[in-house]
């Protein structure tokens, strides 16, 4: 079992940065690949970005966040994150970080992702 905590959300105007974190617990997380969701109210989760495993840290980004997001972790203390900056209003969404415990991405579905955080809010004003 592998519990994910996530933190950093909150409210910030039009282009500005947050970063968020995703703590795991009960499993060490280096050699998993990880990823981060969001969900906007009444839809489903829409895949962000991933990190492999593996040494060069081989990343993937939705369309809709390159080049204004990283993705980056930190293995020593267990922990992803998710840097984001230019921010728009349409980025305003419950972020959530999650692992298919497997070193590879397991595709951007939802449900091939077996663990989850329990979410932090991103409001981007305008």
């Known amino acids: 079992q592998v519990q994910l905590v996530e933190s950093g959300g909150g409210l910030v105007q039009v282009g500005g940065s947050l970063r968020l974190s995703c703590t795991a617990s009960?499993?060490?997380?280096?050699?998993?690949?990880m990823a981060w969701f969001r969900q906007f109210p009444g839809k489903e989760r829409e895949f962000v970005v991933g990190?492999?495993?593996?040494?060069?840290?081989?990343?993937y980004y939705a369309d809709s966040v390159r080049g204004r997001f990283t993705i980056s972790r930190d293995n020593a203390k267990n922990t992803v994150y998710l840097q984001m900056n230019s921010l728009k209003p349409e980025d305003t969404a419950v972020y959530y970080c999650?692992?298919?415990?497997?070193?590879?991405?397991?595709?951007?579905?939802?449900?091939?992702?077996?663990?989850w955080g329990q979410g932090t809010q991103v409001t981007v004003s305008s």
């Open positions: 999650a692992t298919g415990l497997s070193a590879h991405l397991p595709g951007r579905a939802a449900a091939n992702y077996n663990y």
């Open positions: 009960g499993r060490t997380l280096s050699t998993y690949a």
């Open positions: 990190i492999n495993w593996s040494r060069d840290g081989w990343t």
